[in-house]
């Protein structure tokens, strides 16, 4: 088997995000688990992901845009090896990146690869379920997922050809849902069942949450963005008020599509929360003032540059989104 | 117009016909969508001499003058704004603004009525989309029939194909819906007013696939628009699928003994939609 040892929860992402208060508790909880073990998976081209509770993996990706050099491999992927299957949730951003992310699971079970389930449509999460096509698998996700990606897909390849070389973008498919959760969906891996949840529209009108019922571990997929700037792609009014009712629930981590493995809520919400709620005011403050969209995308949300990785890449898209849909408010 | 595009450049519905949802469907093909060929090609000399045949034009002459981002942060969603410097004191009689690359490159063409108004800046804004890397252009003609270019290249690519829609079931629920704004000015006394419309609609640009259908979203987009201030013509506008979804102008006009709007609107299914509002914004 997969030799396993402790490491040290990695504090430095935690203390970027959280209040000094909320990062000694969430410090706290993670050391006091003895859940995040490390495995190597050396396996292939060595691929990382730690067990971050019994029969959950996660893959920390990279705060990166894509690249040849990062393969796509720039959002957390994850797997849950249950009794009689394996389900992978978010395949990464090409089927270089999906094969690596297959070889460690591999390195770490034989159980069929029964489910691949995609959080939502964006390539750096969907863009590696054609390495999975092997283990003849079912894609699961939010019923307006294939509607998302399939008009989206020509300018999403296009860009990802682009960005990440012929190398790395050899293999990549448009694999949609072959199973849509219209509602809430369970899947039985075999002594553990996992939740699915469609959750109205927020970082993308197709998110999907999933719950680990054996260890209480809710991955949110782009719900939850830690030092990785969040981009939003659904609604930001939505975004918040969903943050809301997460914030209220309770699980013993919850996985974030970008980020640390593993986090505590509700703190783990707080940065997205502060960086989407200052948005959201400031660019109310300039519609009631009548002024322009050139104008909130020079100033709205500034106060938030230094708390993020990639603000300059995503911020302005962010706030032209959010003028565009606050303005009809 | 669209049409003619898919067919220009061998475009190809067949391959998407035979997708299926369930069927893991590989759209690798429609990489083949992408505009090809016409990349670094010239299409101004075609475009300028359809639109004003062997007129003279005089380019960044100072009489208008484009803002537009040197580079697009979302291409389907880019702010675009024109102005007539306060020292230029002719009355406007047309605007007509382009973008070389876009498969429509005509944008819009507006044709001033007597309450456009004189005596300040004035300045027209809007949102477009930009396909390809590309110089987006405006050229006004004054009264005196004199034509004016400026131009600004921009980096943009993917602003047509792309879905700016974020959640296409909420977008479609107040098709139509119109919101008129008027901005008195400070000092009331002032001859320029500035106004706003925003209109919820789709303007769909028939480049978008519904994965549901294999086929492409139709084409749905604002075709015409008419501004009058007291029943007098600030501008007719002629639009195409190059104006970003929920069309959104701001503009200027003249002072008047009343200055209420009314803005009437078609769409390419000959769809009507009106709006008013006064100065209070009412």
Request: contains cysteine; negative net charge; proline residues 6%.
């Amino acid at each position: 088997m997969v030799p396993m040892k402790t490491v040290e929860p990695r504090p430095a992402p935690l203390q970027h995000a959280l209040s000094r208060q909320g990062f000694l508790r969430a410090a706290f909880a993670l050391a006091a688990s003895p859940l995040l073990r490390y495995v190597p998976a050396e396996a292939a081209e060595g691929l990382e992901a730690s067990e971050v509770a019994p029969g959950i993996f996660v893959h920390q990706g990279r705060y990166e845009l894509q690249s040849p050099q990062n393969r796509g491999d720039m959002a957390n992927a994850s797997f849950v090896v249950g009794t009689d299957a394996v389900a992978v949730i978010d395949t990464l951003g090409s089927a270089v990146a999906g094969r690596e992310l297959r070889s460690a699971i591999r390195a770490v079970t034989d159980k069929p690869i029964s489910y691949v389930i995609n959080t939502h449509m964006h390539p750096d999460h969907v863009f590696g379920n054609a390495a999975f096509k092997e283990d003849n698998p079912t894609f699961v996700g939010h019923y307006k997922l294939a509607r998302g990606l399939g008009s989206r897909a020509e300018r999403y390849l296009a860009i990802n050809k682009t960005m990440l070389g012929e190398e790395a973008f050899e293999g990549i498919e448009i694999i949609v849902p072959t199973l849509a959760v219209e509602d809430s969906l369970n899947l039985d891996l075999g002594g553990r069942t996992l939740v699915l949840e469609t959750q109205a529209t927020a970082h993308t009108d197709n998110d999907l949450t999933v719950t680990d019922t054996a260890t209480d571990t809710l991955f949110l997929g782009d719900l939850l963005f830690s030092v990785h700037v969040p981009t939003l792609d659904g609604s930001i009014t939505g975004w918040l008020a969903l943050i809301d009712e997460l914030g209220r629930r309770e699980a013993a981590r919850v996985v974030p599509g970008h980020g640390p493995h593993a986090m505590a809520l509700p703190e783990a919400l707080q940065p997205e929360q502060r960086y989407l709620a200052a948005i959201t005011a400031d660019v109310r403050q300039l519609i009631k003032d009548g002024r322009t969209l050139e104008d909130a995308i020079r100033t709205a949300g500034f106060s938030e540059r230094d708390a993020w990785k990639l603000f300059d890449q995503y911020h302005v898209r962010n706030v032209t989104a959010a003028f565009a849909e606050l303005e009809w408010e | 117009m669209d049409a003619n595009y898919n067919e220009e450049n061998g475009a190809m519905p067949f391959t998407l016909k035979s997708l299926t949802i369930g069927g893991a469907a590989a759209l690798a093909g429609l990489l083949l969508l992408s505009p090809v060929a016409k990349a670094d090609e010239d299409v101004w000399p075609t475009l300028r001499q359809q639109a004003f045949g062997d007129r003279t034009i005089q380019a960044e002459d100072g009489m208008v003058v484009i803002e537009i981002p040197g580079t697009a942060e979302d291409a389907a969603l880019v702010p675009l704004t024109v102005r007539v410097p306060p020292q230029v004191t002719q009355n406007l009689k047309s605007l007509t603004l382009f973008i070389d690359k876009n498969p429509d490159p005509k944008v819009a063409t507006l044709a001033f009525g007597p309450a456009a108004g004189k005596g300040g800046e004035r300045s027209f804004s809007t949102r477009v989309r930009i396909e390809d890397f590309s110089y987006v252009r405006a050229v006004l003609e004054t009264e005196d029939g004199t034509l004016h270019m400026a131009s600004k290249f921009v980096a943009a690519a993917g602003g047509c194909g792309a879905m700016q829609a974020k959640d296409p079931d909420t977008e479609s629920v107040d098709l139509g819906k119109t919101i008129v704004k008027v901005f008195p000015p400070a000092l009331e006394q002032s001859p320029i007013w500035s106004a706003q419309v925003m209109i919820k609609h789709p303007n769909a640009n028939g480049m978008q696939l519904d994965i549901n259908t294999a086929n492409f979203i139709p084409a749905r987009f604002v075709k015409e628009m008419t501004v009058k201030r007291g029943g007098e013509l600030v501008f007719q506008m002629e639009s195409t699928f190059s104006i970003s979804t929920n069309p959104n102008f701001r503009f200027t006009f003249g002072r008047g003994p009343d200055n209420s709007l009314d803005v009437a609107i078609t769409d390419t299914d000959e769809a009507r939609f009106a709006a008013k509002a006064g100065p209070s914004g009412s």
